[in-house]
């Protein structure tokens, strides 16, 4: 008998686990108990025993000990947890029922044991029938009363499921004896203690009891110690459920004659562990699992003892040799992760050797390879050598060339200073003479202004010089430093109100009498209003601030000049004081200016700095001590005596853009694009006699006008902002409204790599500057006067022939493009200009330009004439009348048709069918 139950066991052992479960690390059960008894505890040890069977099966037990919120609390920390499944024992349905349909929306099944919950929504049910165990407990009760008697009933927990079933179960079979009847009934709460009490309170009334039915074993006991307590000889009969094995069971108490009777209440801790397996396994399952029971008394009791605690001894032993098997499998599991290391350390050990073997020969074939570099290095290190010699040596030549450059260039430009002073005194002289024409007049204030810029130019490459040779030398006087600024600001107030800015000048106090050289100060101060001028647009705003501040018991004088121009990029603040440096493309500056003013204000111990937004303006600060230490001084208040000759560098700048539009029809049309004002008007003097004019100040202004106007030709700088004279003509040949335009570029530069860029673009020649206003006048003259002779020549011939090569692609595409839309819309007497615009993507007016400018002839005569050139095939090859012609041709009727036949052919189609038949 023991070896065959030995030998189950083994295969119960080794069998069981091999049912594995689905392929994951590890499953949590959550048990969740409503109290601590022996029966809840035997439960846990059947969950425990059957859950070993699974080794990656594991099993979290939580009680509540009677209370709903602690039980709820231990769901909720469950649900959170996301265990893999959940066994309830309700300690009471109606507050237990939401946390658990939470978890089942969770997704986590819920099995109850024992208890149920105020509604089905839960998996499944392990438990006994409560109501059929009360139903049994009746009868066997009025079987022992023989159907006669006084009955005590002390009940469960109120509201648990077990309680209010087993009395519904009871009462159905004793309501039905009525001489049996129930003379005392209350909750004991599933609790010994509670019992004992709640009988205590019966065996005061005095009342005769004939049996007494307690919800379980506990209470039970309860009540036989109550008795106990009163000494009473003659005890009712005590009958309860539940009949755990075990020397505090209830069956042991039968046996003691402490009870009379328990009725068995299996626990199903097994059975909720298996069904919960099953689910796992996505196996068949049933939802309701009824386990059931039996009477045990003095019959019977000893039997059914026997057999319980043998069961007890099997699974002591089967506890014993789960222990044995799981210290081997930890042996094992120890070993083989020895031999596991082992071999792994064998293995690191030979790959270690082979590393090294391998290491050894690449060390030897590095070494070889490192000693031939080597050689190779010190070659290229005496070649280096020799490099870098031959580097500071041109490095050398570069300076003494870059510094007799700079040598020559202030050599040159006091030499142009004789020329110029040549130049400008004759001027003055003519300036003066009253019988100068208007004409003459303009002439002359246009050269006396570039004279002074010239004069200007060179001031500031003599001063660059001396900067750069440290012999730039500062005379300093003491002197009102707001008197000096404001005056200069005075003389930019005509500028200011020509170009419509708001100029302003500000002052923090009075005292600012300091040490500054009031000639470079000028200088200073000239630069940065005057380039704050030049960037800033109409309507615009410029201020200049003088304010003073203390550090270290020294006081410093602020001077700001801000406006609200176009601002320089982020990426070039760094490099706006550098020498030579030009923001962007931008032609009106020498790159000396601001590098300049940066010296001039260092060599007044000061510093200057920039702040600026592209697209909302600049702001440049300039900080100069009050005090100069260890220079030239003068006491003598400096002298502003520039007044004059400082108004005509303010006046000579380029105060007006404004442009008339203004033009007559019925001369040649030119648009003169420049962004020098000065060289617009100088041109405009030679052509308005000839020519109607417009113009542009930049490169996208012209564009605009181009293709608003249409001009007969456009004369064009090169060097421009926004868009050069390259980039412009190539926007002009590209448009198809504005690809006829024959193009004239300007330039100061006249090197061959300049002259191929413009005829690459498309221009139709090029004139250096400075150019000769003959040779201008002759160029315009010829070019436009051949784009005449080419219109004349497909007026007549209708076709440009083996001129068609003189039209670029786009205009050559234009005109076969309007050809076939005409002969595709040939019978459309409502064909119009404005459906051929729209076909070819230009207004009415444009289309009408670009036809007449190529051809000669209106749209509508264009249309007319192709028509007539159709009809006059259609007269020669075909055998239709007049009147077909005339309609399959577009005219509204042969009447218009034969009017417009003989305006054109000077004959009518009557004649010239005739004719060609003869």
């Known amino acids: 008998m023991k070896k065959a139950f030995l030998f189950n066991l083994i295969v119960l052992l080794f069998f069981l686990p091999s049912k594995a479960l689905p392929i994951k690390k590890e499953f949590l059960i959550g048990v969740s108990q409503c109290s601590d008894d022996a029966w809840r505890r035997t439960m846990n040890e059947e969950i425990l025993r059957e859950a070993s069977f699974y080794p990656n099966l594991k099993v979290k037990i939580k009680t509540a000990f009677d209370s709903n919120?602690?039980?709820?609390?231990?769901?909720?920390?469950?649900?959170?947890?996301?265990?893999?499944?959940?066994?309830?024992?309700?300690?009471?349905?109606?507050?237990?029922?939401?946390?658990?349909?939470?978890?089942?929306?969770?997704?986590?099944?819920?099995?109850?044991?024992?208890?149920?919950?105020?509604?089905d929504n839960y998996t499944a049910f392990v438990g006994a029938d409560n109501y059929q165990i009360g139903k049994e407990v009746g009868i066997y009760v009025a079987n022992l009363l023989k159907r006669k008697g006084n009955i005590v009933e002390i009940t469960g927990l109120k509201g648990s499921t077990p309680a209010v079933e087993r009395h519904k179960g009871f009462r159905s079979v004793i309501d039905n004896y009525p001489q049996i009847k129930i003379v005392y009934e209350n909750d004991g709460g599933w609790l010994r203690d509670e019992a004992r009490e709640k009988m205590k309170n019966a065996i005061r009334l005095n009342i005769p009891i004939d049996l007494v039915f307690a919800h379980n074993d506990e209470m039970a006991t309860g009540v036989y110690e109550a008795y106990q307590v009163y000494n009473e000889k003659e005890k009712p009969k005590i009958i309860g459920i539940d009949a755990l094995p075990g020397t505090n069971g209830g069956i042991q108490k039968v046996l003691d004659g402490i009870l009379d009777a328990t009725f068995i209440y299996p626990t199903g801790g097994e059975k909720a562990v298996q069904i919960a397996v099953r689910i796992l396994r996505h196996e068949p399952y049933d939802k309701e699992n009824i386990l059931y029971t039996a009477v045990v008394d003095k019959t019977n009791a000893r039997v059914i003892k026997l057999q319980t605690d043998q069961i007890i001894q099997h699974q002591n032993r089967i506890a014993q040799l789960n222990q044995v098997l799981n210290k081997n499998l930890s042996q094992y599991?120890?070993?083989?992760?020895?031999?596991?290391?082992?071999?792994?350390?064998?293995f690191v050990i030979l790959l270690l050797l082979a590393l090294l073997f391998k290491s050894y020969k690449h060390k030897n074939k590095v070494n070889r390879e490192l000693e031939i570099r080597n050689a190779a290095i010190n070659r290229q290190k005496e070649e280096l050598a020799e490099q870098r010699d031959q580097l500071l040596m041109l490095s050398k030549n570069l300076e003494e060339a870059t510094q007799a450059k700079l040598v020559f260039f202030t050599n040159i430009s006091h030499e142009f200073k004789t020329p110029l002073t040549l130049i400008l005194g004759p001027l003055d002289r003519l300036q003066e003479k009253e019988n100068l024409s208007e004409e003459g007049k303009q002439l002359i204030l246009l050269m006396r202004k570039n004279v002074h810029l010239l004069l200007k130019l060179i001031d500031q490459i003599i001063?660059?010089?001396?900067?750069?040779?440290?012999?730039m030398q500062m005379t300093f006087t003491f002197g009102d430093l707001k008197l000096f600024i404001s005056d200069i600001c005075q003389s930019f107030r005509f500028l200011a109100q020509k170009k419509h800015i708001h100029f302003n000048f500000f002052s923090d106090g009075d005292d600012f009498v300091l040490w500054f050289d009031s000639d470079k100060m000028e200088k200073i101060c000239y630069n940065l209003i005057s380039n704050a001028f030049k960037f800033t647009p109409e309507n615009g705003k410029i201020e200049v601030k003088l304010s003073k501040y203390a550090l270290n018991d020294e006081f410093f004088a602020k001077i700001i000049v801000s406006d609200s121009g176009i601002g320089i990029p982020n990426s070039q603040l760094d490099k706006i004081f550098n020498r030579f440096f030009k923001i962007g493309n931008n032609t009106q500056n020498s790159g000396i200016g601001l590098h300049l003013t940066k010296m001039l204000v260092e060599l007044h111990n000061g510093i200057i700095e920039v702040q600026s937004v592209e697209g909302k303006g600049s702001t440049f600060t300039v900080t100069i001590p009050f005090k100069q230490k260890d220079i030239a001084m003068s006491e003598q208040y400096p002298d502003i005596n520039f007044e004059r000759n400082y108004q005509e560098k303010i006046n000579y700048m380029d105060v007006s853009?404004?442009?008339?539009?203004e033009y007559n029809a019925e001369k040649p049309l030119i648009l003169l694009v420049d962004d020098n004002a000065d060289v617009r008007?100088?041109?405009?003097?030679?052509?308005q006699n000839e020519y109607t004019l417009i113009e542009a100040k930049d490169g996208q202004s012209g564009l605009l006008k181009a293709m608003k106007y249409v001009p007969d030709l456009i004369v064009s700088d090169v060097m421009m902002d926004k868009m050069n004279g390259f980039e412009l003509c190539k926007a002009v040949k590209e448009n198809i409204s504005t690809s006829h335009i024959p193009v004239i570029l300007l330039t100061a530069y006249a090197m061959d790599e300049q002259r191929s860029l413009g005829f690459e673009s498309g221009a139709d020649a090029y004139i250096p500057k400075p150019f000769n206003e003959n040779l201008l006048k002759i160029r315009i003259r010829k070019t436009i006067e051949n784009r005449k002779k080419l219109k004349e020549y497909f007026q007549n011939h209708l076709a440009f022939g083996d001129k068609k090569e003189l039209l670029n692609e786009v205009d050559n595409n234009f005109l076969e493009r309007f050809r076939r839309i005409i002969e595709e819309n040939l019978m459309d007497t409502e064909l119009n200009i404005d459906d051929i615009g729209k076909s070819m993507g230009l207004s009415r007016v444009q289309l009408y330009r670009k036809v007449k400018s190529l051809t000669n002839y209106s749209p509508n005569e264009f249309i007319?004439?192709?028509?007539?050139?159709?009809?006059e095939q259609m007269m020669i090859t075909g055998e239709k009348s007049i009147s077909e012609i005339a309609y399959d041709t577009g005219f509204t009727s042969p009447s218009y048709f034969t009017k417009c036949f003989k305006e054109y052919f000077n004959e009518n189609p009557t004649d010239f069918l005739k004719r060609i038949k003869n």
């Open 69 to 119: 919120q602690k039980q709820i609390r231990d769901i909720e920390s469950f649900i959170e947890d996301k265990v893999d499944i959940l066994i309830v024992a309700p300690n009471e349905a109606i507050p237990l029922t939401p946390v658990i349909e939470n978890a089942m929306k969770c997704s986590i099944p819920v099995i109850l044991v024992d208890r149920k919950i105020n509604s």
């Open 333 to 346: 599991s120890t070993q083989r992760i020895f031999l596991v290391l082992s071999l792994t350390v064998l």
């Open 463 to 471: 001063d660059f010089r001396k900067t750069e040779t440290g012999k």
């Open 657 to 661: 853009d404004e442009i008339n539009d």
């Open 681 to 687: 008007n100088f041109i405009k003097t030679l052509l």
């Open 864 to 871: 007319r004439i192709i028509r007539l050139k159709t009809a």
